[in-house]
């Protein structure tokens, strides 16, 4: 039914500015309220409404309840309730009060929009795909319907007919292109269109998982006594399976799915030159992962190097070259990205207790894809500065510590694009630690702290305008579990947890990447 006093409820529910309270009680001292209506009502319905602006969520459901006390069929009261049950993540609930509310007020719009969101957001996306379809039969241009039911149509696999709301919700509204152009690209990814989608791709990358423990068991090395020389050449084939919650990094908003794949590595290695002061080592290193449903985001990545080092013990001179290429999907023929790395570093061992290690590395990266518009071009040139520190404990722990090694890190960051989108500079701490747990189980663990501050105003500013410039603090925990079966086998279990504060809400995310790998060194 209509609620009688209606007419005193005009403010739209999201409002969230802090001059809300004083709009309210203007209105309230000059708005008539009808006979009918009871007063008592029409202030908890207020006081709801600005308590719901402020945020405060318990004291807006207490005011809402009691208007419901009164009137259990005042539609406004139950939307309310179901957006306080949204905000909390209680969709199921929010779903639920929607419904009852569009029973009462079947030619309510905002309602079935606010539905729509929710199923959406449930993952019930033909339902919320059909809901969207009854908004824009009323409302043709209502952007933000236009939206979510191009994202709906691209979540239910209906991919090119996602696009003509995409392309609509851009035209209704600018402030919408970066959402719209993200899953235009991902639809036509879908549809085998990859230089159209290249934009949407800028921000794919491959597993954030490492061998956290190679680095580290590879300076043990250079601390230990020498030993019987090891064989020339070396090779690894690695097979596993990843879980990933957040596989094209878009933010949670915007990329809720979640997705597995299964790993391919192979490293190779070999010592072209080696005496008691200088070596040479060529190497390889290939990935390919392929995964379950978002397929269009598989990756081949190809990397050969070339490695030297002179040994002046106690100090160590290195310098490392890369050279990669990397193809968004294994059927595809094109290179995506090149990359050309250098890395000098300077290592001094400290007898046999710890390694320090200096590095300087340059990156000069090669998008090979158009890009939907210039300000993505990530074309350009990284310079990295970096310390690291390594102790090596050994006999001067208990027995009951177990550690092999602690390690401290920090490095600079300089990122130069042609684009104005991701040049960055940026910080990074670092701490970890090595163990050798009961069962000859190797664990290493890192955790970095990374703040990162982007140059030019952010295309994914919202609203927009005004645009401001991105700023992330990010938090990421990894670690590793390694146990060697006889000679040849090795079994890991590895993970990393990301957590990505932003003041750009589309780089504002989690990620959970959780693995497990089997490996047969030759």
């Not at 009688?4 to 001292?29: N, T, Y």
């Not at 006979?35 to 602006?53: L, N, R, T």
């Not at 509310?101 to 606010?114: K, Q, S, T």
């Not at 392309?167 to 919408?176: C, F, G, Q, Y």
């Amino acid at each position: 039914m209509q609620p009688h006093w209606q007419a005193g409820r005009s403010l739209r529910p999201l409002i969230r500015r802090s001059w809300v309270s004083v709009a309210l009680g203007l209105a309230m001292a000059i708005l008539p309220v009808p006979a009918s209506a009871s007063v008592k009502s029409e202030i908890a319905f207020h006081q709801g409404v600005v308590a719901f602006g402020k945020g405060e969520l318990d004291a807006a459901q207490a005011a809402f309840e009691a208007v419901l006390g009164e009137d259990g069929e005042d539609s406004a009261a139950i939307h309310y309730l179901g957006l306080i049950a949204a905000q909390r993540g209680d969709f199921d609930t929010a779903i639920e009060r929607y419904r009852n509310a569009i029973a009462l007020e079947p030619g309510e719009v905002d309602i079935r929009f606010d539905l729509g969101t929710a199923l959406l957001e449930s993952g019930r996306t033909e339902e919320a795909r059909r809901e969207f379809e009854m908004v824009l039969a009323a409302q043709p241009d209502r952007a933000r319907a236009q939206l979510f039911a191009g994202i709906a149509a691209y979540r239910t696999g209906a991919y090119r007919e996602s696009l003509p709301y995409l392309k609509r919700a851009v035209e209704l509204d600018e402030s919408l292109r970066p959402q719209a152009l993200y899953y235009t690209g991902l639809s036509q990814a879908h549809l085998q269109d990859f230089p159209a989608a290249a934009g949407a791709f800028a921000q794919v990358e491959q597993s954030p998982l490492s061998p956290l423990s190679d680095s580290a068991r590879n300076l043990a090395r250079q601390v230990a006594p020498a030993g019987e020389p090891a064989r020339r050449w070396a090779l690894a084939v690695t097979a596993g399976l990843e879980y990933d919650s957040n596989p094209t990094i878009a933010g949670q908003t915007l990329n809720s799915h979640k997705d597995g794949r299964g790993v391919y590595q192979i490293r190779g290695s070999y010592r072209i030159y080696e005496d008691d002061r200088y070596s040479a080592t060529a190497g390889y290193d290939g990935y390919l992962s392929s995964h379950f449903d978002e397929t269009f985001v598989d990756l081949m990545t190809h990397v050969g190097y070339l490695a030297t080092s002179a040994d002046f013990d106690p100090v160590t001179f290195n310098l490392r070259y890369d050279y990669a290429y990397t193809w968004i999907d294994a059927f595809d023929t094109k290179k995506f990205r090149e990359l050309n790395r250098v890395t000098p570093s300077i290592s001094y061992r400290e007898k046999n207790w710890g390694f320090s290690q200096l590095y300087y590395q340059f990156n000069d990266e090669d998008f090979k894809r158009p890009l939907l518009t210039g300000a993505l071009d990530r074309d350009g040139q990284r310079h990295v500065v970096g310390f690291n520190q390594f102790f090596f404990p050994g006999s001067y722990l208990p027995e009951f510590m177990p550690f092999t090694y602690f390690r401290i890190g920090a490095r600079g960051d300089f990122l130069d694009t042609d684009g104005t989108e991701f040049d960055h500079d940026s910080w990074e701490f670092s701490v970890g630690f090595g163990a050798e747990l009961p069962g000859e189980v190797d664990l290493s663990v890192l955790y970095r702290l990374t703040d990162r501050d982007y140059r030019h105003d952010s295309l994914f500013s919202s609203p927009a305008p005004p645009t401001y410039k991105r700023n992330d603090l990010q938090n990421r925990v990894t670690f590793e579990l390694n146990k060697d079966l006889g000679d040849h086998w090795q079994v890991s279990v590895a993970g990393s947890f990301t957590f990505n504060d932003s003041n750009v809400p589309l780089y504002d995310y989690g990620r959970d990447v959780v693995g497990a790998y089997l490996t047969y060194r030759f």
